[in-house]
């Protein structure tokens, strides 16, 4: 017969020791997501984004290439560098997710809202060139040089 004191307390070791083991996963993926580093370019290699943890960017730079363009090109092509570095943060995610913790629903979850707050780009479609309000002299102020 078995005594059921020792049952409760092997239950208790195995449910103490299974904790442990799943924090030590958790705290494995947190040290390699915050290891993550992607970048991209735009403007055919005039502007780079690299963006770290949580896809927020952690750097920008730009060549001498930058100097042909004009500032609202130079804006664009950040913007496009930054989502296309963005957008391969989900992978990433998922493949330190499943390294670590696996298909958990936690796991499945922290990929899911990266996938939706990182979407993947639009096709490469040309930007549409920059719109003028009637009026407007192109020195990037709402004043008007009669006042």
Do not use: C
């Amino acid at each position: 017969m078995t005594d059921p004191l020792a049952n409760v307390q092997r239950l208790v070791d195995d449910w103490e020791r299974n904790a442990e083991e799943k924090a030590a996963r958790y705290e494995a993926m947190r040290q390699e997501v915050e290891r993550i580093s992607i970048t991209a370019s735009a403007a055919g290699g005039a502007v780079s984004v690299t963006v770290g943890a949580n896809g927020i960017p952690s750097a920008v730079t730009m060549t001498a290439a930058v100097s042909r363009l004009r500032p609202e090109q130079i804006a664009a092509a950040v913007m496009e560098a930054m989502g296309k570095a963005q957008a391969g943060y989900p992978a990433e995610l998922a493949r330190i997710v499943g390294e670590t913790v696996g298909e958990t629903p936690s796991g499945q979850h922290i990929v899911a809202v990266a996938e939706r707050n990182f979407p993947q780009p639009e096709a490469d479609a040309p930007p549409a060139p920059p719109r003028r309000r009637s009026g407007d002299d192109g020195d990037f102020t709402d004043e008007s040089y009669l006042r």
